[in-house]
Nanobody
Framework: QVQLVESGGGLVHPGESLRLSCAAS????????MNWYRQAPGKERELVAS????????NFADSVRGRFTISRDNAKNTVYLQMNSLKPEDTAVYYC??????????????WGQGTQVTVSS
């Protein structure tokens, strides 16, 4: 049974930090690209950060580059999102996603249930 369980969300003030974690089970975590998405009320889900399976490459949305970092521990089947200098516009539900391209163009995608991050003074 595949599970992605996010944790670490909460309410913080602008300028503060949070660290999100996503614990994975039920699939070969080390072979998947891991992504963090977020969705704010009334907005589409957007890709925030991504890390390749070997942790050799990361990518970030322009809106968070320089403030957020993504990392993974393949031994613990866990991916992290360190969020610094948080802004009110970072308020959203944050989702963990595991993604892998399969043969013949197929893809494998798993999603967590999401964790709420609220940045407010």
């Amino acid at each position: 049974q595949v599970q992605l369980v996010e944790s670490g969300g909460g309410l913080v003030h602008p300028g503060e930090s949070l660290r999100l974690s996503c614990a994975a089970s039920g699939f070969t975590f080390s072979t998947y690209t891991m992504n963090w998405y977020r969705q704010a009320p009334g907005k589409e889900r957007e890709l925030v950060a991504s890390i390749k399976s070997g942790a050799t490459s990361t990518n970030f949305a322009d809106s968070v580059r320089g403030r957020f970092t993504i990392s993974r521990d393949n031994a613990k089947n866990t991916v992290y999102l360190q969020m610094n200098s948080l802004k009110p516009e970072d308020t959203a539900v944050y989702y963990c996603n595991a993604h892998r391209r399969l043969l013949l163009g197929a893809v494998s995608d798993y999603w967590g249930q999401g964790t709420q991050v609220t940045v407010s003074s």
